[in-house]
C-alpha cells in the first residue's frame, strides 16, 4: 500500500481524499432515503381523513411525529391554510422549493467530485511521464525496464481516479432517481391535501 501511494505521489493521495469526502457524503444522504422510504405512507392517509373532517391541528400533530420531506411539507400545508388555491401555492411555493433544496443538497458536489476524479488521474499521469522523461534525458545510458516502470507508476493515478470514480457516479444516478421520487410524491400528496383544503 505504501509503495502504491508513493507511486501515485501527492495526486494520488488528493484522489483517494475527495473519494473519501464523497463516500461520507453519499452514505449520509443514503440515510436520509432510507428515513424517507422507512416513514411508510398509512399516517399520510390517516392525517388526509382527519384534514377532510376538519381536524387541521390533529393532522398538523400527526405530521409533525414525523420527520420526513413530506410530513413537513404537508405540516406547512395545513399551518399556511389559505382557502384560495392560488394564494396557498404561492404560500407554499418558498416551502417546497426550500425543501427540496435541502434534500437535494450535496449531491452537485458529489457529482463534480465524480466528474473531477478522472481528470485528477490525468493530471497525475501527465506529472508521472514528465518526471520519468525528464529522468530519462539526465541519465546518460536509460534501460527500458526503467522506462516501463517509470510509465507504469505514472499510469497509477489514471487508474485510480476512473476506478473511485464509476461507482461514485452510479451511487449518484440511483440516489438522484430516489431522491427525485421522493420530491414527486410529497408534490402529489401536497396537490391532494390542496384539494381537500381549498374550496374554490
Not at 428515513?35 to 398538523?60: D, P, V, Y
Not at 382557502?83 to 404560500?91: A, D, G, K, V
Not at 489514471?158 to 440516489?175: F, K, N, W
Request: aromatic share 8%; hydrophobic share 50%; charged share 10%.
Amino acid at each position: 500500500m505504501t509503495q502504491f501511494l508513493q507511486a501515485g505521489g501527492s495526486v494520488l493521495i488528493a484522489i483517494i481524499t475527495l473519494s473519501t469526502v464523497c463516500w461520507i457524503l453519499i452514505g449520509m444522504k443514503w440515510l436520509t432515503v432510507i428515513n424517507e422510504s422507512s416513514q411508510g405512507r398509512l399516517w399520510i392517509h390517516n392525517a388526509m381523513q382527519l384534514a377532510r373532517f376538519g381536524n387541521l391541528w390533529q393532522a398538523s400533530a400527526l405530521c409533525q411525529s414525523h420527520h420526513c420531506f413530506a410530513g413537513r411539507l404537508i405540516n406547512a400545508c395545513l399551518s399556511t391554510y389559505e382557502p384560495e388555491r392560488r394564494f396557498f401555492s404561492e404560500q407554499l411555493k418558498p416551502v417546497f422549493d426550500a425543501e427540496s433544496f435541502s434534500l437535494q443538497r450535496h449531491m452537485n458536489l458529489i457529482a463534480c467530485i465524480a466528474s473531477v476524479l478522472p481528470l485528477l488521474g490525468l493530471l497525475g499521469t501527465v506529472l508521472g511521464m514528465s518526471e520519468t522523461f525528464s529522468a530519462l534525458t539526465i541519465q546518460s545510458a536509460a534501460q527500458t525496464g526503467e522506462i516501463a516502470g517509470g510509465i507504469s507508476s505514472a499510469l497509477i493515478t489514471t487508474q485510480s481516479g476512473l476506478v473511485l470514480a464509476l461507482p461514485i457516479l452510479l451511487m449518484h444516478h440511483m440516489l438522484s432517481a430516489r431522491i427525485r421520487r421522493c420530491i414527486d410524491q410529497a408534490d402529489l400528496y401536497l396537490r391532494q391535501f390542496q384539494t381537500i383544503l381549498c374550496k374554490d
